[in-house]
């Protein structure tokens, strides 16, 4: 069964690092998301991405953030600068319209930031 | 601004018994309600509904939506320990983000 999968899995960095969160979408799905949840907290919507283009984000999706489909799989989120904030697990999803169910978002395994 | 609502927070129940999760919604033209099980990582998906008073069931769950009262609910028949999660509900108004709840933790001991 086709899923989505993200890496890495864990990433600890120091306050104002770049970071890079990569995730592969379910191929042929066409719209894309991050969401993050901060330990303890509920799941909240940072940006999504249709047609090689920022379609939505949030008031959290600042200039620090920025996302790219840099090729025909790949979807990344990069945070600029890191900020202690910005710990939290980081989940990757995927939909499709025109399948059976379009509205249903499929999560990755999502990758814990930790930023010190 | 839309806010899904979720009852109740947490919940402790024995092996075997039936819980019954709820959630209220308020989304701007709204389309769909979606619920989720989170257990260590990654939300796993259990149903979408869009229509009212029609039942989805996956083996002992269950999901109905009120689109006039704007609330569904979970149902867990004959709950086991593997049952043990978060459970989370979202709404959308399709192929946008999905509006969760704080989510029910759910434990069930044996």
């Known amino acids: 069964e086709p899923e989505v999968t993200q890496t890495p899995s864990h990433q600890v960095t120091q306050m104002g690092q770049e970071v890079i969160l990569r995730c592969v979408p379910i191929?042929?799905?066409?719209?894309f998301y991050w969401y993050r949840q901060i330990l303890g907290q509920k799941v909240e919507f940072l940006v999504s991405?249709?047609?090689?283009?920022?379609?939505?984000k949030s008031e959290i999706f600042d200039d620090q953030f920025s996302v790219e489909r840099p090729d025909g799989s790949n979807f990344t989120l990069k945070i600029r600068s890191t900020k202690l904030e910005d710990s939290a697990m980081y989940f990757c999803?995927?939909?499709?319209?025109?399948?059976?169910?379009?509205?249903?978002?499929?999560f990755g395994p999502g990758t814990r930031l930790t930023v010190l | 601004e839309d806010k899904v609502v979720q009852s109740p927070l947490s919940l402790v129940v024995h092996e075997g018994d039936t819980v019954t999760l709820n959630c209220s919604y308020e989304?701007?033209?709204?389309?769909?309600l979606l619920w989720y099980k989170q257990e260590k990582k990654a939300p796993t998906f259990l149903f979408m509904l869009?229509?009212?008073?029609i039942e989805k069931k996956s083996g002992r769950l269950s999901s109905i939506l009120d689109k006039k009262e704007l609330f569904s609910i979970l149902n867990i028949t004959a709950t086991q320990t593997g049952d043990s999660a978060i459970y989370l509900c979202?709404?959308?108004?399709?192929?946008?983000?999905?509006?969760f709840g704080k989510g029910t933790r759910l434990s069930v001991i044996a």
């Open positions: 999803a995927s939909s499709s319209p025109g399948l059976g169910m379009p509205d249903t978002q499929y």
């Open positions: 869009t229509s009212s008073g």
């Open positions: 191929s042929n799905h066409l719209y």
């Open positions: 979202a709404g959308t108004s399709g192929n946008t983000p999905l509006v």
């Open positions: 991405f249709y047609n090689n283009e920022i379609s939505e």
């Open positions: 989304v701007t033209n709204f389309r769909s």
